[in-house]
């Protein structure tokens, strides 16, 4: 540490407790800096192993009727099922979510088209909104 700072002017500046930057502090002096370094991430280990997650990266890239399900697109809550009857685990929605991130996809929804749709017709019935939504603001 800096010889003109001390620990508290240090926790406020990388926003830390005081009692953190002593505890970093009596370890680095006893160790070195392999001491304060974590060598695991925080938090909760996953549920899945990372064999399942590759089995359900697999799965994910194929289409949800092929594996037998009736909906058309993986999102949070569909995958959480999935995983549910495949791995007999039970995620939330959003856990499911972040697993879905975490193996590298992203929540794409479909565009619909519409075949007989006539786009002339669509042009002219934007302009015709427009028009009335500028009328009705001038109104109001």
């Known amino acids: 540490m800096h010889e003109f700072m001390n620990c508290t002017l240090v926790a406020e500046l990388i926003k830390k407790s005081r009692r953190t930057i002593q505890t970093w502090v009596k370890m680095f002096n006893g160790s070195?800096?392999?001491a304060?370094?974590?060598n695991t991430p925080p938090g909760r280990p996953s549920s899945l192993s990372?064999?399942?997650k590759e089995?359900?990266?697999t799965d994910v890239l194929m289409h949800p009727r092929e594996l037998g399900y009736e909906f058309s697109n993986w999102e949070g809550k569909s995958v959480a099922h999935h995983i549910k009857q495949k791995f007999y685990v039970e995620l939330s929605v959003r856990q499911a979510q972040r697993l879905l991130h975490e193996l590298g996809f992203t929540l794409?929804?479909?565009k619909y088209?519409?075949?007989k749709a006539d786009p002339k017709k669509q042009k002219e019935f934007l302009n015709d909104f427009k028009k009335v939504w500028i009328l009705s603001e001038k109104m109001a």
Do not use: A, M
């Open 108 to 110: 794409q929804r479909p």
């Open 55 to 57: 089995t359900l990266k």
């Open 50 to 52: 990372e064999e399942q």
């Open 32 to 34: 070195g800096l392999e």
């Open 113 to 115: 088209k519409f075949p």
């Open 36 to 38: 304060i370094v974590p």
